[in-house]
């Protein structure tokens, strides 16, 4: 299955990792620290409105969307 995560992206819903609050996620250690480790492989699809952060695994390479879709509408598009 997929599912749109904004910006016409649309993301195999078997690659997910993890969707993140970033508001919630900036608050915490692990947000630098997974920003970091992005680098190249965050992409940022939010118009300067970030409401979360999808982690995706494609081809051995852990990509970060970060998109103006709250967390719980992408979670509850990824379990309907």
Not at 5 to 22: C, L, S, V
Not at 59 to 66: A, R, S
Request: glycine letters at 4%; aromatic letters at 4%.
């Amino acid at each position: 299955m997929y599912v749109h995560i904004g910006k016409n992206i649309i993301i195999n819903t078997n690659d997910i990792i993890g969707i993140f609050d970033i508001n919630k996620l900036k608050k915490t250690d692990s947000y630098d620290n997974i920003v970091d480790n992005l680098c190249d492989n965050l992409v940022d699809i939010s118009a300067n409105n970030p409401k979360s952060l999808i982690l995706i695994r494609k081809n051995d390479k852990d990509v970060g969307y970060i998109s103006n879709i709250i967390s719980s509408t992408i979670s509850n598009r990824v379990n309907n």
